[in-house]
Nanobody
Framework: QVQLVESGGGLVQAGGSLRLSCAAS????????MGWFRQVPGKEREFVAA????????YYADSVKGRFTISRDNAKNTVYLQMNSLKPEDTAVYYC????????????????WGQGTQVTVSS
């Protein structure tokens, strides 16, 4: 069992930055890929970014490419999402997830989920 705890959400003006953190209780074979997803009410949870623990491979949604950066600190079992040039349409609850990595861009590829952290971008 892997527990994930997100932090770092909040309210920011458009053009601003936030950094989300996700602390994992453990790293296992079934959780060797970490992802960030986001969801707004009434919509499907969508992929934002993902990274593998063991190698420097990252994945990004087109909507955030060039603005968001995912990174990891293996010693701390923590993954970060640096969000720059935020837009009102980035407003959502952001979820951290851990999975085996077979389908890093797909929600079904993740087994463990955090509780979510709210990010609100005002215009």
């Amino acid at each position: 069992q892997v527990q994930l705890v997100e932090s770092g959400g909040g309210l920011v003006q458009a053009g601003g930055s936030l950094r989300l953190s996700c602390a994992a209780s453990a790293r296992t074979f079934s959780s060797n890929t970490m992802g960030w997803f986001r969801q707004v009410p009434g919509k499907e949870r969508e992929f934002v970014a993902a990274i593998r623990w063991s190698v420097s491979i990252t994945y990004y949604a087109d909507s955030v490419k060039g603005r968001f950066t995912i990174s990891r600190d293996n010693a701390k079992n923590t993954v970060y999402l640096q969000m720059n040039s935020l837009k009102p349409e980035d407003t959502a609850v952001y979820y951290c997830a851990a999975g085996a990595g077979v389908l890093p861009r797909v929600r079904q590829g993740y087994e463990y989920w955090g509780q979510g952290t709210q990010v609100t971008v005002s215009s």
